[in-house]
């Protein structure tokens, strides 16, 4: 599967922007769908991921202002992100694997090419 990701952008803090990840293949609906994000001279972190049933997991820090959706219809994930702050600026990637997995980056097999988020305070 081939995944491209778009909508990032700049903002000041407080704002809202939603990625989409939108994918090839005609089994997108099987695949868990993840965003991850990486700050400059800091590793990859998980951000949140979404099942094939769609049932949704977050890291702690953006619980409750981020939210993960899928639409398999149109093979894309979407990442809203509300209340941004400045530490979540960062290059967002999608990610995707067909099967059950957790937050670990390197668990999955496919990733999109990255956005760049810049909250600005």
């Known amino acids: 599967v081939q995944l491209q990701a778009s909508g990032g952008g700049l903002v000041q803090a407080g704002g809202s922007l939603r990625l989409s990840c939108a994918a090839s293949?005609?089994?997108?609906?099987?695949?868990?769908m993840a965003w991850f994000r990486q700050a400059p001279e800091k590793e990859r972190e998980f951000v949140a991921r979404?099942?094939?049933?769609?049932?949704?997991y977050y890291a702690e820090s953006v619980k409750g202002r981020f939210t993960i959706s899928r639409d398999n219809a149109k093979n894309t994930v979407y990442l809203q992100m509300n209340s941004l702050k400045p530490e979540d600026t960062a290059v967002y990637y999608c990610a995707a694997i067909l099967g059950p997995t957790g937050s670990v980056a390197t668990s999955y097999d496919y990733w999109g090419q990255g956005t760049q988020v810049t909250v600005s305070s």
């Open positions: 979404i099942r094939s049933s769609g049932s949704t």
């Open positions: 293949g005609r089994t997108f609906s099987n695949y868990y």
